[in-house]
Nanobody
Framework: QVQVVESGGGLVQAGGSLRLSCAVS????????ISWYRQSPGKQREFVAT????????GYAESVKGRFTISRDNDKNTVYLEMNNLKREDTAVYSC???????????WGQGTQVTVSS
């Protein structure tokens, strides 16, 4: 019933920008924090950004601070990750997760590929 669908990935040159979307359905979107993670071949999955239900007090990995912006539109049940000044090391599969409330599971999307070329 719960669906988490990422979109917006693609190929972009270094220094360029890309906006990812995470559309969520089947859950009370406005009560869940949403996070982005990424994973590239040979690397562990790493945290990228998170946004609480209110949209305030967002958090970012140090590697993306100042370049990425996470936001949410609770009316559209969608979270966005705007990525600017992309670097080759940003290449990864980006996945969106709906963080479960206490006693409830997390819900993950399938991910969307972001490839940054130099």
């Amino acid at each position: 019933q719960v669906q988490v669908v990422e979109s917006g990935g693609g190929l972009v040159q270094a220094g360029g920008s890309l906006r990812l979307s995470c559309a969520v359905s089947g859950i009370t979107f406005g009560v869940n924090a949403i996070s982005w993670y990424r994973q590239s071949p040979g690397k562990q999955r790493e945290f990228v950004a998170t946004i609480p239900p209110s949209g305030r007090n967002v958090g970012y990995a140090e590697s993306v601070k100042g370049r990425f912006t996470i936001s949410r539109d609770n009316d559209k049940n969608t979270v966005y990750l705007e990525m600017n000044n992309l670097k080759r090391e940003d290449t990864a599969v980006y996945s969106c997760v709906v963080v479960g409330t206490t006693g409830r599971p997390d819900f993950w999307g399938q991910g969307t590929q972001v490839t940054v070329s130099s």
